[in-house]
């Protein structure tokens, strides 16, 4: 057996790719709340609880309407985009004039609101959602096994990723979305409807949030307590990237998930702390972050 | 980018005149009366929490710092002062101090990481390293995991005093509560205290004027995570166990709710607020509906409706009032 730093190979890859497949959802996540902060301003506390909420929307279609993975896949991310245009469209939008923290604490509201409210309705356990049929293999070489459908998260994930940052960088509206993000008003001045693409750019986010989630189901269970878990991770992420590069969010958010994986192998109790300590490094050293500019 | 308007905060720059001082010694007398009409352990609980949310008030309301992580002290000095209790068998007042003391060192360590950071990035960063520090408590063996550390007996105060009777433990309580208080009103109002404000005012201009932002900043983050650690530590005496709960990111949120609905930046309004969300969590819990759920709703309300919170908006009312 071929051996590593005294660890055999196949673990070493397997908790590679056990590395990706979290960085994925950790790309796919602090992506949308970099793209939601970059033009509102707001530090979207409720993306994990959107996450939460992709998962369940995709469950529940399944359960009640027998919908499969794959219309699931692309029905639960427009539910939750909608939920979350509403929620931008009666209250968050009276937050814009407000100091930021009013955002995050409203958001952070909402989170433990959607949180409370699954949790009573289905209960603190997880319900168990399995990968479509044609995805339930594995492939297995010499150096590494990896189950299809994980193998899909990341290749799904990193498809998303690149698509959001070429539709950010490299479209019209994209176009209209950075110009509002550097000046609103003036971009308001230039007859772009700026409310509607607060609201447009609010939905995005948390529609990727529940693609993440739709993507996370079959591998974690689907629980209340889901989102939670992940957004505290998601804002370490934030913190070492910086909110202010879509790529550098993206490229953390990967970055981390290796590491995490990494420890696993190397000082499996650290595993959980991993990303908290290289944060705390990362504050001492480069206060504003590794992609990040201060102010 | 959107234009932000100040944080909103509620802010009495007048001393304490001969009418509120009649008012402060009202209050107390009540606070030494209550016990014989009202269940002493609720306004224990009642008590702590509001030390709880008075000391991040110091921060928020003051220094207009968000703490995300503040369950990290009061949940750790909790378990200092339990584990003193139980393991090392010393008297209360020893166990609070071993508690508070921790919770000053951890607060000391988060303090140095998160202050450099301003706005939302301090609250995640509080967040984050409060939510490592809960894994830790998770893992270390003193703690105890998912059971916590329980079944200890609150001891002798000065090895005289039996705290077991909770008549007796209610005026010890009280006493360290009335003092944590003006603790806290006599920090505000100092100089210490007005610099703190001014620079939560205006942060460039503190440091055109040449204070050192950041060392103020870590002060008040140091001492506020003491006095929290202090109301962990009473509550972990009054109830005899300290557990994950207190340390968990929930328990942060329902401190900065408190605040909220009380009025931030106010003497106060932590206390109203305090005593608010208990009587909710006890109502709540006994009727089956989600408290979570409840405690989300009053988050959502608060922020978009109530942003003065109740002392916040008396006071808006009475002042409106005065002008006429």
Redesign the interface.
């Known amino acids: 057996m071929t051996m590593i730093f005294g660890v055999p190979l196949v673990v070493l890859t397997g908790q590679v790719m056990i590395g990706l497949i979290n960085g994925s959802f950790y790309a796919l996540l602090s992506l949308g709340l970099a793209v939601i902060f970059g033009l509102l301003?707001v530090?979207n506390f409720a993306h994990g609880a959107f996450y939460m909420l992709g998962a369940f929307v995709a469950w529940m279609l399944g359960q009640y309407l027998g919908l499969g993975y794959w219309g699931s896949l692309l029905i639960a991310p427009i539910i939750v985009g909608l939920a979350g245009a509403l929620v931008e469209r009666t209250?968050l939008r009276?937050?814009?004039?407000?100091?930021?923290?009013?955002g995050?604490?409203?958001t952070?509201?909402?989170?433990?609101?959607?949180?409370?409210?699954f949790?009573?309705l289905y209960g603190v356990s997880g319900k168990p959602f399995s990968a479509p049929v044609e995805m339930r293999g594995v492939v297995r070489t010499d150096f590494v096994t990896v189950p299809v459908y994980r193998g899909w998260v990341v290749v799904a994930s990193l498809l998303i990723c690149f698509g959001t940052w070429a539709l950010i960088e490299k479209t019209k509206i994209g176009s209209y979305l950075r110009a509002a993000?550097?000046?609103?008003i003036l971009v308001q001045a230039f007859g772009v409807n700026v409310p509607l693409l607060l609201t447009l750019t609010y939905a995005f986010g948390c529609g990727l949030a529940g693609i993440a989630g739709v993507l996370a189901a079959p591998i974690f269970q689907v629980s209340p307590t889901m989102g939670?878990n992940m957004i505290?991770?998601i804002?370490?992420v934030?913190?070492v990237g910086g909110m202010g590069s879509i790529l550098g969010a993206i490229a953390t958010g990967y970055l981390l998930g290796l590491v995490e994986g990494l420890t696993k192998v190397f000082y499996p109790?650290a595993a959980?702390?991993a990303i908290?300590?290289i944060?705390?490094i990362v504050?001492?050293l480069r206060?504003a972050g590794l992609f990040g500019k201060e102010n | 980018?959107?234009?932000?308007?100040?944080?909103?905060t509620v802010v009495d720059t007048t001393r304490p005149h001969r009418l509120q001082q009649l008012v402060m010694l009202a209050l107390i007398a009540l606070l030494m009366l209550l016990p014989l009409w009202v269940y002493p352990v609720l306004l224990m609980k009642l008590m702590c929490f509001a030390l709880f949310a008075s000391a991040f008030n110091l921060l928020l309301g003051y220094g207009g710092l968000?703490s995300f992580g503040h369950a990290a002290f009061f949940g750790g000095s909790a378990y200092v002062t339990a584990h003193a209790l139980k393991v090392w068998e010393v008297n209360p007042e020893f166990a609070i101090f071993a508690g508070v003391a921790a919770a000053l060192v951890l607060g000391l360590i988060m303090g140095l990481?998160a202050v450099?950071?301003q706005?939302?990035?301090f609250?995640?960063?509080t967040?984050?390293?409060a939510?490592?520090f809960y894994?830790?408590c998770?893992?270390a063996p003193f703690t105890h995991g998912e059971d916590g550390i329980q079944g200890f007996s609150r001891g002798r105060l000065f090895g005289l005093i039996d705290l077991a009777d909770s008549n007796v433990l209610y005026y010890v309580i009280a006493v360290v509560f009335v003092a944590s208080i003006f603790a806290i009103r006599r920090i505000v109002y100092s100089p210490y205290g007005m610099v703190l404000q001014a620079i939560r005012e205006n942060e460039q201009r503190a440091v055109s004027l040449g204070y050192s932002v950041q060392r103020y900043k870590l002060g008040a983050f140091v001492m506020s995570a003491g006095f929290a650690g202090l109301a962990g530590g009473l509550k972990a005496i009054l109830f005899q166990f300290a557990t994950l709960t207190d340390v968990n990111?929930?328990m942060s949120?329902e401190v900065?709710l408190m605040t909220?609905l009380g009025g931030i930046g106010s003497i106060a309004g932590p206390i109203v607020g305090a005593g608010l969300v208990v009587t909710l969590q006890n109502y709540f819990a006994t009727t089956g509906f989600?408290?979570?759920?409840?405690?989300?709703?009053?988050?959502?309300v608060?922020?978009?409706l109530f942003?003065r919170g109740i002392v916040g908006e008396l006071r808006h009312r009475f002042a409106a009032r005065s002008k006429q």
């Open positions: 301003r530090v209250m009276r937050l814009y004039d407000l100091d930021h923290l009013y995050l604490l409203f952070f509201g909402l989170a433990l609101l959607l949180e409370g409210v949790q009573h993000t550097e000046d609103s939670s505290i991770i804002f370490a934030v913190v109790e959980n702390i908290f300590v944060m705390a504050l001492l206060p | 980018m959107i234009e932000a308007e100040e944080f909103e968000l990481l450099r950071r706005g939302i990035y609250a995640m960063i967040l984050a390293l939510q490592m894994f830790f998770l893992q990111w929930h949120g900065i909220l989600p408290v979570t759920t409840a405690l989300g709703a009053t988050f959502i608060c922020v978009l942003r």
